[in-house]
């Protein structure tokens, strides 16, 4: 089987994406699946990697996958090719199934996943809609609120406020008189904390805003909450789960604990300082605080019909126990590193597995919607 790992992407996440995408090309079984390499540039534009480059970064275990720009390397897709859907100049880049690990925009929000179905691959992760709704946090919580779970209290702004001085005053002396300071400011589709800052003052508040909205055209005004912040890895195909499918079930592993040494778990914190964090997994709960996280995970899960991977994110209040769920990641950083394979690891799925466990998934997905009647 042909395994197309696709990375890169036009998001402010592309650095965190050719990390993510060299370790789990690293640690694919060579010996049961061959793979072919797909970078798509900051611009967007698709290109074949070079096998050269994957045998370069198998080798080198501080090498980070490159994309090749060259014009006799540019990919074109062809709908409804299923596995002959990638073409390189004439010819064809065989794919048995797609891994995407790209970060961000341009792939987790649901565009990416749009393609391959127009193409009629399998492919790693949630489909169209999911992760559409997902890359918004504020759709998510929309979401995660109807069904009756648990988020963190905020007031939503968007680009129609910011341009509207009376609009804006509303929304901003609203917050400010709802939530009240500190308060964390986010744009809404955006991931890996790019844009998000915390305020404790209007004046800072103000600033915070102005930087979020160079991200989106939505943000997230969040009241600070004096917490933990716990994470969940889930697995699993929400709506088809089947019992002699033991891939398809959801699944939630053991749960990991972020603690940030800045001043929250912002960007820098994640991928340039070495020291910007400590990550325990197992996070120190009880058994019966992980048992509910990991029952709040698969419930959140399954409120947005995930399917493949997420990771789900959680505040524990430090003052008074309560459990807030915070954001789904339905790409989560994939080095061997990254919170969403240590926790899997915990629980006795390690990297290598992990891998093949989603590709699996993946392929049983895409049976599941080939039985679908297209036609009456």
């Known amino acids: 089987m042909t ?11 592309h650095e965190v994406s050719l990390v993510s995408a060299t370790g789990v090309v690293r640690n694919i079984n060579r010996e049961k699946y061959s793979i072919e390499l797909i970078g798509i540039s900051r611009d967007g534009r698709w290109y074949k990697t070079p096998q050269e480059e994957l045998e370069r970064v198998i080798k080198n275990e501080k090498a980070t996958l490159k994309i ?3 014009e006799e390397n540019l990919v074109t897709v062809v709908p409804a090719g299923g596995m002959g859907c990638f073409m390189c100049g004439s010819k064809t880049i065989r794919a048995d199934v797609v891994f995407p690990v790209v970060h961000g925009q341009f792939c987790e929000d649901g565009t990416l996943q749009g393609l391959f179905d127009i193409c009629d691959i399998p492919y790693v992760g949630c ?12 759709k998510t919580k929309s979401v995660w609120n109807a069904a009756g779970l648990l988020t963190v209290p905020y007031v939503l702004m968007t680009r129609t406020d910011l341009a509207d001085s009376k609009k804006y005053d509303v929304v901003f002396e609203r917050a400010v008189k709802e939530l009240g300071f500190p308060l964390f400011v986010k744009p809404c589709n955006a991931g890996s904390s ?11 508040l103000s600033f915070a805003l102005l930087e979020a909205f160079n991200y989106d055209n939505k943000v997230l005004i969040e009241k600070a909450i004096n917490a933990r912040e716990i994470e969940c890895s889930v697995t699993g195909i929400s709506t088809c789960e089947v019992e002699d499918n033991p891939e398809s079930l959801c699944k939630a592993y053991l749960p990991g604990e972020i603690m940030p040494n800045h001043e929250f778990y912002d960007y820098d914190a994640k991928y340039n300082d070495p020291e910007g964090a400590a990550l325990k997994v197992p996070a120190d709960l ?4 992980t048992k509910k996280i990991q029952e709040i995970a698969v419930k959140a899960y399954r409120a947005v019909d995930a399917s493949g991977l997420s990771r789900v994110d959680f505040f524990i209040d430090k003052d008074d126990g309560k459990i807030y769920l915070n954001e789904i990641n339905t790409l989560p950083g994939f080095t061997p590193i990254s919170m969403f394979p240590k926790m899997c690891g915990a629980s006795g799925l390690n990297y290598s597995d992990l891998i093949e466990y989603l590709l699996n998934e993946a392929v049983q997905r895409y049976k599941f919607k080939m039985q679908l009647l297209t036609t009456k």
Do not use: F, N, R
């Open 127 to 138: 489909g169209c809609m999911s992760s559409g709704v997902t890359m918004d946090k504020e």
């Open 194 to 204: 790019v844009g998000a800052s915390k305020a404790s003052s209007p004046k800072e």
């Open 3 to 13: 395994v197309a790992v696709i990375y890169g992407g036009k998001s402010s996440e």
């Open 68 to 70: 090749y720009e060259e």
């Open 286 to 289: 009880s058994e019966e605080e």
